[in-house]
Nanobody, 117 residues
């Protein structure tokens, strides 16, 4: 499985962006799907999760502002980001776990999101 995130850019505080994560290869092996972000000098943090059963979870910092969703067959996966804040500025990564792969994650290259004040 290969992943490609897109949709990042520069937006003013209060604005919105929608990130997409497109998978290729054996997409039917995908289990859970994650969005992470990493700000300069910071650890990579989990932002949102959508499980194979469609359950979603969010970091407290983005609850009520971000929504993770997916099309059929788990591809692509979106992260709708509303009411963006300067502290949301980071490189955003999508990742997946695979059926029978345990907790091992497959990562894609990130997409930069910059929120100006």
């Amino acid at each position: 499985v290969q992943l490609q995130a897109s949709g990042g850019g520069l937006v003013q505080a209060g604005g919105s962006l929608r990130l997409s994560c497109a998978a290729s290869g054996n997409i039917f092996s995908i289990n859970d799907i994650f969005w992470y972000r990493q700000a300069p000098g910071e650890m990579r943090d989990l932002v949102a999760t959508i499980t194979s059963g469609g359950n979603t979870n969010y970091a407290d910092s983005v609850k009520g502002r971000f929504t993770i969703s997916r099309d059929n067959a788990k591809n692509p996966v979106y992260l709708q980001m509303n009411s963006l804040k300067p502290e949301d500025t980071a490189v955003y990564f999508c990742a997946v776990t695979l059926v029978d792969g345990g907790d091992l994650k497959v990562w894609g290259p990130g997409t930069q999101v910059t929120v100006s004040s």
